[in-house]
C-alpha cells in the first residue's frame, strides 16, 4: 500500500527459480486450461463417446429415411446432433462446474486471483476441444452413414442450398451448446444443477412446447437455446419449419444468433458471480 | 510480510474472523494457532483473495493479493490439500498451475523430486493418501519459490518422517528470508518449528507473542521443582523463607515466589536430601488451553452480565 | 425415554435389549437423510409448480380447439415435472459415494443391501408425497381453462381415476429409476447423464426416426409414413424405454397405444417401467455386494 516502488521493479530478492517472473498473462491461463482439460482422463472417453454417439444416431437414422421423407444428404450426416449435444453440454458443464466440485477452484483462483482470465480461458479452451470433436463427430458421420446412402438415403450433394452451411452449422451448433455448459456449470456451479437445466434448455423445453403449438409457445421455442439446432438443418428444412410455426420466423442464421445470446447472457451472469461471491 | 488488519468476515449473523490484526514478517515461521473452527482457514482464504472481508484488510507485501502481478511467485498458498481434480495426475495439475506464471516443467520436476513425489507424480491424484495430498498441496506452493508461504495444517495426515521434513523446510524457508504463516491447531507442533505465535479464538486475537513470551504465561512457568526424601522439613523451611510450596506426589514440592538457589540453600539448612532440581519450562500446550479456555469463559461470562 | 435418561436401571435395560440395524430403523435413518437435504425440498417444490404451470399453460392453448377436453391437458405437465423425481433419485442414490457419506452409512449397516431397500422405500415415499401434490397441481391447472368454455372437470369420470393413480405411480417410478441409476453408477453426472439420455432424449431420437415432420420434413411427402406397418422396430424400441412406458400408465386403457408400437396399456406400460427399475436395483444391489465401496 505505502511502499511498494512504483515504475521499474526493484530486485528484492534474488531470483532464484525460474528466470521469468513476469506473472499471469492471458496465454499462460489458456496454456493452463488446456494442460487441465487435457489431462483429465474422463474427458478424453466423454470426446470419444459423443463422436461414437453422433456416429452411431447418423447411421442408425440413416437406415430409416426412405426415398418419399424430404431428407436430405446433409440431414442424414448431421442427425447425430440431437444425441451429440447431450456429449458437448456435458463437456461444457464439467469444464465450467468442475473447478468447484472438485475443490481445484481454490488452487486455481489463488493462482489467478483477477479471476476472469480463467473463465475466458476455459470458454476459449472448450471452444476449440468442442470444434476439433464436432469436426471429427462430422467426419465420423460421413462415413457411418455411406452404408444409409448406398440404400434408400440420398447422397451427400453440397449443391443442396443449404446442405454445406448445415455441415459448418454442425460444428457452430456443437460449440454452442458445450459453451452454454460452460457457462452453466460456471455460474450454477454444479455438474448436475447445469447439466438439468441445460438438457431442458437445449432439448427437452423444445420438445415439450413442440406439443402445444401456438402463438406463445412458438415464439417462446423460437427464442429458446434449441433454436441453435436450426444451424443443422439445410435451406428446405428450414423453410418447412417457418411454413410450420406460429411465432417468428428466424431465417438461416436467426437460431445461431438466439443461441449464441444465450451463451453471452448466460457466461456474462457466470463471469458476475464469479468476480462477486467467494470461493469456497 | 503478511498483514492482516482489523479483519471481520461475517456469514450471516455469524462472524468467522472478528476485528482480526497482526502480521506475518520475513525471515520469521508465524505459527497461526487456534481450536476448530476458530477462523484460521477463513482468514487464509480471505488473505489469498478466494474471499471478500466483510471489513477490514489483508494484505501481502503491501498489497491486496488480487493485485499482484505473480501470485504465485509472491505467495506460496496450500489451503486444503484436497484442491485437486481427482481425475488429474500430481505431474498434470503441478503443469497447469505452472503455465499460468510461464514457470517450466524442469521447475515442476525440481519440486516434485523436493517434496519426495517422484513415485506417484503419475498416479491420479484421487488415488493419493493424504500425506500423498498433503505433499501434492506443498509442492504447489513451493512452485513459484515465492518469498511468502501460507500453509493451512501442513503436517495433517503426514507420517512422522513427513513431520520432520515438513519442520526442517519451514525453518530452511524462513532463514533464507521467507515469510511462512503455518496454522495448526497443535501448540506443541508450533513450539518446534514457529517463532512467533498467533493464537486466535472465536474469530479474535488471543495472543501475538514469541514462542518464549507465551510459554512464561502457563501456569507453570517460573515454578521451581524439587525431589526429596524429607518433603515436610524443607516444606517448613521455606514457607518461612517466604515462598508458597505445593506438594506434589512422590516427595515433589512445587516452589513459587524464590529461586533454584534459594531452594538448594534451604535444603541444606534443613538437611534435606535432593534428588533433583529445577525450574519447570512453562509448558506451551498448558498456556495455550489457559488462553483458549479464558476466551470461552469470557464469552460465558459476558453472556449472563 | 426421558423416563429412561433420568433413571440409572432403565438405561442398563436399554442397553440390554440393544440389537443391530434393522430395515425399518434403516428406512427412517434414510428418510431422515433425505428430509434433511435441501435439494431435495426445492425439487420437490420445483416439481410441483412446473407441473401445475405446463399443465395450465397448455390446458389453454388448447382450450381454444373445438373438441377441448380438460382432462386430455392434465398429463401435459408430467414431460417436465418427470425431471424432478429423476434428478432427486439420482442425487439420493449416487449422493452417498459421491458425498464420502457412505462411509460412515456402511460401517453403520455393514450389509449393506438393507441401506438400499430404504432408501428405495424413503424416495418412493417422499416421490409419492410429490407426486400427489403434482397430480393436485396439473387439476388445479386444467380449472381455469374449463371454466372459460364452461365445462365441468369430472375426475370420477371413465378412466379418471386411473388416470390420476397413473400420473403419480409415474412421477414415483421416475425416482425410483434415478435411485436405481445414481446407486449402480455410483456417480452423480454418468448417472444423471444417463437417466436423462434414457427418458428425455432417446424418445426424441426415436420420433426423429419415425417422424419426418420433426426433422423438418415436407408435409406434403407425409404421406409416406402413413403406409408404414402398425408396429415398427423404432416404435417399440420407443415404447420400451422408461419414460415412454410409464407415460402410458397416465393414459386410459381404451387410449389405444402409440403410434407404431405395441399397445402395452396402463398396466403394461407400469409393468415395463418397474422391470427397469427392478433390473437396474437388483443390479445396483449386486454390485453393493460384490464390490468394494471406497
Redesign the interface.
Known amino acids: 500500500m505505502t511502499t511498494v516502488p512504483a515504475g521499474p521493479r526493484t530486485n528484492e530478492r534474488t531470483v532464484r527459480g525460474a528466470p521469468d517472473r513476469r506473472g499471469v498473462s492471458m496465454p499462460r491461463v489458456l496454456s493452463a486450461e488446456w494442460t487441465k482439460l487435457t489431462s483429465v482422463r474422463s474427458n478424453a472417453w466423454l470426446a470419444l463417446g459423443t463422436v461414437v454417439a453422433a456416429a452411431g444416431t447418423a447411421h442408425a437414422l440413416g437406415l430409416f429415411v426412405r426415398p418419399g421423407d424430404g431428407r436430405s444428404g446433409s440431414w442424414v450426416v448431421t442427425s447425430g446432433f440431437v444425441l451429440a449435444q447431450l456429449g458437448f453440454l456435458v463437456l461444457g458443464a464439467l469444464v465450467g462446474a468442475g473447478e468447484y466440485t472438485t475443490g481445484t477452484a481454490r488452487t486455481t483462483f489463488a493462482t489467478v486471483p483477477r479471476r476472469l482470465p480463467v473463465l475466458a480461458a476455459q470458454v476459449l479452451v472448450t471452444a476449440a476441444a468442442a470444434f476439433a470433436v464436432a469436426l471429427v463427430a462430422l467426419g465420423a458421420s460421413v462415413l457411418a452413414t455411406a452404408p444409409a446412402r448406398s440404400g434408400d438415403a440420398p447422397a451427400l450433394d453440397l449443391s443442396v442450398p443449404g446442405a454445406s452451411r448445415a455441415l459448418l452449422g454442425f460444428a457452430v451448433a456443437c460449440v454452442a451448446v458445450a459453451l452454454l455448459g460452460t457457462g452453466l456449470g460456471a455460474l450454477l456451479r454444479r455438474p448436475a444443477d447445469a447439466l438439468v437445466v441445460g438438457v431442458l434448455l437445449t432439448s427437452v423445453g423444445d420438445h415439450v412446447l413442440a406439443a402445444n403449438p401456438g402463438l406463445v409457445t412458438d415464439t417462446v421455442r423460437a427464442f429458446l437455446p434449441s433454436s441453435g439446432a436450426r444451424l443443422v438443418q439445410d435451406d428446405a428444412a428450414l423453410a418447412a419449419l417457418d411454413a410450420t410455426t406460429l411465432g417468428p420466423r428466424l431465417g438461416a442464421w436467426g437460431g445461431g444468433g438466439v443461441a449464441a445470446a444465450w451463451v453471452v447472457v448466460v457466461l456474462v451472469a457466470a463471469a458476475y458471480r464469479l468476480r462477486r461471491h467467494d470461493v469456497r | 510480510m503478511i498483514e492482516v488488519e482489523a479483519l471481520t468476515k461475517r456469514y450471516g449473523s455469524t462472524a468467522a474472523v472478528d476485528g482480526l490484526t497482526f502480521a506475518a514478517r520475513p525471515g520469521m515461521v508465524t505459527g497461526f494457532l487456534g481450536p476448530n473452527g476458530a477462523g484460521k482457514s477463513t482468514t487464509m482464504r480471505v488473505v489469498v483473495g478466494l474471499e471478500r472481508p466483510t471489513s477490514g484488510t489483508a494484505t501481502v507485501d503491501g498489497r491486496r493479493y488480487a493485485d499482484l502481478p505473480a501470485p504465485l511467485h509472491a505467495v506460496g498458498v496450500m489451503l486444503d490439500a484436497r484442491s485437486v481434480h481427482p481425475g488429474r495426475t500430481a505431474y498434470a495439475h503441478l503443469v497447469a498451475m505452472a503455465k499460468t506464471h510461464g514457470i517450466g516443467r524442469a521447475r515442476v520436476r525440481e519440486v516434485i523430486a523436493q517434496t519426495g513425489l517422484e513415485p506417484a507424480a503419475h498416479r491420479r491424484a484421487g488415488t493419493f493418501s493424504l500425506g500423498m495430498s498433503q505433499r501434492l498441496g506443498i509442492a504447489g506452493a513451493l512452485l513459484g519459490d515465492p518469498a511468502t508461504l501460507i500453509l493451512d495444517e501442513p503436517v495433517n495426515g503426514l507420517d512422522p518422517d513427513g513431520v520432520l521434513w515438513v519442520r526442517r523446510l519451514v525453518r530452511e524457508l524462513a532463514d533464507e528470508g521467507r515469510t511462512v504463516l503455518l496454522s495448526s491447531h497443535l501448540m506443541h507442533e508450533l513450539a518446534l518449528c514457529a517463532d512467533r505465535v498467533v493464537i486466535i479464538g472465536r474469530g479474535r486475537l488471543l495472543a501475538d507473542a514469541s514462542v518464549r513470551e507465551i510459554a512464561d504465561r502457563s501456569e507453570r512457568a517460573g515454578v521451581v521443582r524439587v525431589r526429596t526424601t524429607d518433603p515436610e522439613p524443607l516444606a517448613r523451611e521455606l514457607l518461612a523463607a517466604g515462598a508458597q510450596v505445593t506438594p506434589q506426589k512422590g516427595g515433589v514440592l512445587h516452589v513459587r515466589a524464590v529461586t533454584v538457589e534459594d531452594v538448594g540453600t534451604a535444603a541444606l539448612r534443613c538437611g534435606a536430601t535432593v534428588l533433583e532440581l529445577g525450574t519447570e519450562s512453562g509448558s506451551l500446550e498448558e498456556a495455550y488451553l489457559k488462553l483458549t479456555g479464558d476466551a470461552v469463559e469470557y464469552r460465558a461470562a459476558g453472556g449472563v452480565r | 425415554m426421558s423416563a429412561a435418561a433420568t433413571a440409572p436401571h432403565a438405561a442398563r435395560t436399554a442397553s440390554n435389549v440393544r440389537s443391530g440395524p434393522t430395515v425399518a430403523r434403516v428406512a427412517a435413518a434414510e428418510w431422515t437423510k433425505l428430509t434433511s437435504l435441501r435439494s431435495a425440498w426445492w425439487t420437490a417444490a420445483v416439481t410441483v409448480l412446473v407441473g401445475g404451470a ?1 399443465t395450465y ?2 390446458a389453454r ?2 382450450s381454444v380447439d373445438p373438441g377441448f377436453e380438460p382432462l386430455d391437458s392434465l398429463t ?1 405437465g408430467l ?2 415435472a418427470q ?1 424432478g423425481p429423476l ?1 432427486l433419485g ?2 439420493v442414490g449416487a449422493g452417498e459415494f459421491r458425498t464420502g457419506a457412505f462411509r460412515s452409512t456402511f460401517t453403520t449397516v455393514p450389509r449393506r443391501w438393507p441401506v438400499l431397500v430404504a432408501q428405495t422405500l424413503a424416495v418412493a415415499a417422499f416421490a409419492l408425497v410429490t407426486g400427489v401434490l403434482t397430480t393436485a397441481a396439473g387439476v388445479v391447472g386444467i380449472l381455469p381453462s374449463a371454466m372459460s368454455r364452461g365445462m365441468t372437470v369430472d375426475l370420477t369420470a371413465d378412466g379418471g381415476p386411473g388416470m390420476l393413480l397413473g400420473m403419480v405411480l409415474f412421477l414415483v417410478g421416475m425416482a425410483l429409476l434415478g435411485l436405481a441409476l445414481g446407486a449402480l453408477l455410483r456417480r ?2 454418468p448417472a ?2 444417463t437417466a ?2 434414457l427418458v ?3 424418445p ?2 426415436l420420433m ?3 417422424d ?10 407425409m ?2 409414413a402413413a403406409d408404414a406397418p402398425a408396429t415398427t422396430v ?1 416404435g417399440t424400441l420407443g415404447v420400451l424405454l422408461p419414460g415412454a412406458a410409464g407415460s402410458l400408465m397416465t393414459t386410459s386403457a381404451s387410449a389405444g397405444g402409440m403410434e407404431g408400437a405395441p399397445d402395452l396399456g396402463p398396466v403394461g406400460g407400469g409393468l415395463v417401467l418397474a422391470t427397469w427399475v427392478l433390473v437396474l436395483l437388483a443390479a445396483a444391489a449386486l454390485r453393493l455386494r460384490t464390490r468394494d465401496v471406497r
Open positions: 405446463i399453460l397448455s392453448a388448447s401435459a414431460v417436465l425431471v434428478v439420482v442425487l452423480t453426472v444423471l447423464v436423462l439420455l428425455l432424449v432417446l426424441i431420437v426423429l426416426a419415425s419426418p415432420l420433426v426433422g423438418g420434413g415436407d408435409a406434403a411427402t404421406a409416406a423404432v
